[in-house]
């Protein structure tokens, strides 16, 4: 399975396509389970960039884990959450924030 | 220190106009990333993993309160309350925003700051001696040629669109603090047997996929010829350097291909056309340049030594930071002082905001407004009256920057690695934490003893591993981080590359073998005066092989 991930173009911050936007955690991103979808994901990320929406789109891998996307690769997984010697920055700064509230 | 004159303040101005403009077309559509791309890179904004990355130029390491102060300004309002200091002197900022960054930029112009050339294929932050101007053993302060080297490189229309980036080191001293046999041109200052000041000149260092050391290929060039000899090797370079693959495009790649003699006599056959033109530095402008970096009036202060020593008889922490981070300074009643950024269990190079803006008011009270950041990622106060070197020490201790841990084990380089690299291929500064941890007890490091460990998160080595007495390279194996070590190199007047021990070992092995290897060599050093390189010199690989793989090899 596939993700789209891209850095947005205004504050370069880790972004991931889904429903229809570029979200700032990968938990529900769009998944391409075949070749046709992944060529959408394509196409979207490639007309992002041409728009001046985002920078650096890539398809990645990706796996559902408890319902939840999660990408496949170490550096991808780093992405998705923040630096992992420092918890109170990235997207995991949030989540954590969350359950503290 | 060097003061901006006219001209640099408005060359700064105009390139913060010309990148904000750039920032804002960028932002409103009108130019592409990839037109966007080479221009950013040419201001030190990169692309991260996480967010955009702002590279700011110390030149030569040296800075004041007032600058570093804006860091901490900076950090604070733009970024996420810290930055990191590099193994270039210079510093990073990890969360910017792009259409922040030219109002960080406008913030630095005003105190001297910019962050040009801190990226692009062109002629880098120009690096010397963190202890330049106050170290005992110098003959000469090394910034004057440093400052001189950045002005005559800044935007050099020749040299901006080089095969690969560029990078000069200085030292003035025999004892080489700026590891300059790793760089592409390595300058030792020195005095001939007349007494005239002039360099040795080595090119072709470097770390990377091919490390190598630099060569010799002048033992005296004249202070006056600096220029005219750098743009010489420059030449050479830019014509033969390859442009075909970026791996190896790096000048050392030209001298080994081309061999040391022929480089040689091609860059003394380019000499021979410039020495005696424009490029032959004035000596008025050489000494109205080194005027800038004329040191502070050192009034005597006797009665340091005494006031230290009763001191030291109050406080133990203070005696091991003495001991430890506290060197001699040319002026006996002065002492230069590391600040290491190491803490136990900390990121090496990061400082807070706030001990940013605590270091700078220290540097204002307590020493003559100056301050540096080495290329090991700490920071230095060159000038501190022994005298009032206990209360430095108490306010270090307030900000938590007081670990006497310089040139010990828990002194690590590490690279950002793949926590924030979009380079990385491993995670860097996890491994110097735990490293940090295991060895955490300050009575064993000294037992240790001088030890350089090093740690890369990719091949491309920023940091320093193959130098390292002990160097870590993080790399990807079949999905997962596996560390490879290496032993016995050295970035000093006897620079080495270390040698690769053996396989790797994943992320929940590396710090037992590193204790391992430690352990080996307390077991095999002659007494405690010789130091891990000097024995690893002494005995080779072999007993560190049989101590990390003997067990599989009778397994097996």
């Known amino acids: 399975m596939k993700i789209l991930t891209a850095n947005r173009l205004t504050d370069g911050i880790a972004v991931w396509y889904a429903d229809g936007g570029w979200a700032e955690t990968v938990d529900h991103a769009d998944l391409a389970h075949d070749k046709a979808a992944e060529d959408r994901l394509e196409a979207i990320g490639a007309k992002a960039y041409a728009a001046n929406e985002v920078v650096d789109v890539n398809l990645i891998d990706a796996e559902v884990v408890n319902g939840v996307v999660q990408p496949v690769r170490l550096r991808e997984k780093i992405r998705a959450a923040g630096p992992t010697i420092r918890n109170d920055l990235g997207k995991q700064a949030a989540k954590q924030a969350n359950w503290a509230a | 220190m060097y003061r901006y004159d006219e001209f640099d303040h408005d060359f700064v101005q105009a390139r913060v106009a010309e990148f904000s403009d750039q920032v804002q077309r960028r932002l409103a559509g009108e130019i592409t990333e990839d037109q966007f791309r080479p221009l950013r890179l040419m201001n030190g904004v990169y692309l991260q993993l996480h967010a955009y990355m702002l590279r700011i130029a110390v030149p030569y390491g040296t800075l004041n309160g007032k600058q570093l102060r804006m860091l901490g300004h900076i950090a604070r309002k733009y970024d996420k309350g810290y930055g990191h200091f590099t193994t270039r002197q210079n510093i990073q900022f990890n969360w910017p925003a792009l259409s922040d960054i030219p109002a960080i930029l406008a913030d630095l112009a005003s105190v001297e700051m910019h962050a040009i050339q801190t990226s692009g294929n062109c002629i880098r932050n120009v690096t010397a001696d963190h202890f330049a101007g106050a170290a005992a053993d110098e003959v000469a302060d090394p910034r004057p040629y440093a400052e001189i080297l950045r002005q005559w490189s800044s935007v050099h229309p020749e040299f901006s669109f080089l095969p690969r980036k560029f990078k000069i080191a200085v030292t003035g001293a025999e004892r080489d603090r700026a590891a300059i046999q790793t760089h592409d041109i390595g300058l030792h200052l020195k005095k001939n047997a007349a007494g005239e000041l002039g360099f040795a000149v080595y090119i072709g260092g470097g ?91 050192l009034t005597g202060r006797a009665g340091g030594d005494q006031a230290v020593k009763l001191a030291r008889l109050d406080s133990k922490g203070f005696s091991e930071w003495l001991d430890q981070n506290v060197v001699t300074h040319r002026h006996p009643d002065y002492a230069a002082v590391t600040i290491s950024l190491k803490g136990i269990g900390e990121v ?209």
């Open chain 2, 207 to 297: 770390q990377g996929r091919t490390p190598m050391v630099a060569r010799k290929i002048r033992d005296f060039l004249p202070e006056a010829d600096l220029l005219s000899y750098c743009t010489a090797i420059l030449r050479v370079y830019n014509l033969y350097g390859r442009r075909d693959n970026k791996y190896k495009a790096r000048i050392k790649i030209l001298v080994h291909e081309t061999g040391v003699e022929e480089i040689t006599r091609q860059v003394e056959a380019e000499w021979q056309e410039l020495k005696d033109a424009e490029l032959k530095l004035p000596e008025a402008d050489i000494r109205a340049i080194e005027a800038y970096f004329a040191p502070p009036a």
């Open chain 2, 348 to 556: 090496p190079g990061d400082a807070s905001d706030s001990q940013m803006e605590a270091v700078a008011d220290i540097a204002e009270k307590y020493g003559f407004d100056e301050l540096r950041v080495s290329h090991e990622q700490n920071l230095i106060l060159p000038h501190v009256a022994r005298a009032d070197l206990k209360a430095v020490y108490d306010a270090l201790v307030g900000i938590g920057l007081a670990t006497a841990n310089s040139n010990l084990i828990s002194d690590i380089i590490a690279c950002p690695g793949l926590d924030y690299c979009a380079l990385a291929t491993a995670r860097s500064i996890p491994i110097a934490q735990e490293i940090s941890r295991r060895f955490a007890s300050l009575e064993r490091q000294r037992e240790i003893g001088e030890l350089k460990l090093k740690i890369s998160g990719c091949i491309n080595a920023c940091g320093h591993h193959h130098v390292g007495h002990i160097g870590i390279l993080g790399v990807e194996k079949k999905g997962s981080e596996l560390y490879q070590v290496t032993l016995g190199g050295s970035a000093d007047e006897n620079t080495s590359v270390g040698e690769i021990i053996g396989r790797g070992f994943s992320s929940g092995e590396i710090t037992d073998a590193i204790e391992l290897i430690v352990e080996t060599y307390l077991g095999l050093r002659l007494d405690p005066q010789e130091k891990f390189i000097d024995a690893y010199r002494r005995v080779g690989p072999a007993p560190f092989k049989e101590a990390l793989y003997a067990g599989e090899a009778k397994a097996a």
